[in-house]
C-alpha cells in the first residue's frame, strides 16, 4: 500500500523558511516521481513542485521558482520541500503527492490528473 506522509507545516512570519518533509512507503521509490501541490480555501488545488526520483530532474511553478528547492533522499525514501522568503499568497495545505508513472517533470505535469495517491497534507500559515 503506498503511504506518504508529510511534516514540517507550521506557522511562519513573512520571509521566513520552511522544509516539509514526505516519508514515503509502499513502492520502490527511486522509479518514482512526486510531487508536491497546495491548497488555499477557496482555490483549487496547484502543482507547486516535482521531482523524478532516478534522474534527479526538477520543475517548480512559475510561482515558488527560485524560492522553493525539491530534493530526494533515497536512503531515506523522502521529499523535501525548502521553502524560502515565504509569503502570504504560499498559505495552503501542501500536500505530498506520487505519480501514476514515472514522468519526467516539467511544465505539463503539474497536473493533478497524473496523481495516483496523495499524502494528507500539512498545513502552512504565512503571516505578517
Known amino acids: 500500500e503506498v503511504q506518504l506522509v508529510e511534516s514540517g507545516g507550521a506557522l511562519v512570519q513573512t520571509g521566513g523558511s520552511l522544509r516539509l518533509s514526505c516519508a514515503t512507503s509502499g513502492f520502490t521509490f527511486v522509479d518514482s516521481t512526486i510531487g508536491w501541490f497546495r491548497q488555499a480555501p477557496g482555490k483549487e488545488r496547484e502543482g507547486v513542485s516535482c521531482?523524478?526520483?532516478?534522474?534527479?530532474?526538477?520543475y517548480y511553478a512559475d510561482s515558488v521558482k527560485g524560492r522553493f528547492t525539491i530534493s530526494s533522499d533515497n536512503a531515506k525514501k523522502t521529499v523535501y520541500l525548502q521553502m524560502n522568503t515565504l509569503q502570504a499568497e504560499d498559505s495552503a495545505v501542501y500536500y505530498c503527492?506520487?505519480?501514476?508513472?514515472?514522468?519526467?517533470?516539467?511544465?505539463?505535469?503539474?497536473?493533478?490528473?497524473?496523481?495516483?495517491?496523495w499524502g494528507q497534507g500539512t498545513q502552512v500559515t504565512v503571516s505578517s
Open positions: 503527492a506520487k505519480y501514476w508513472a514515472p514522468y519526467r517533470c516539467g511544465s505539463r505535469r503539474l497536473e493533478a490528473r497524473f496523481i495516483g495517491s
Open positions: 521531482i523524478t526520483v532516478s534522474a534527479g530532474n526538477t
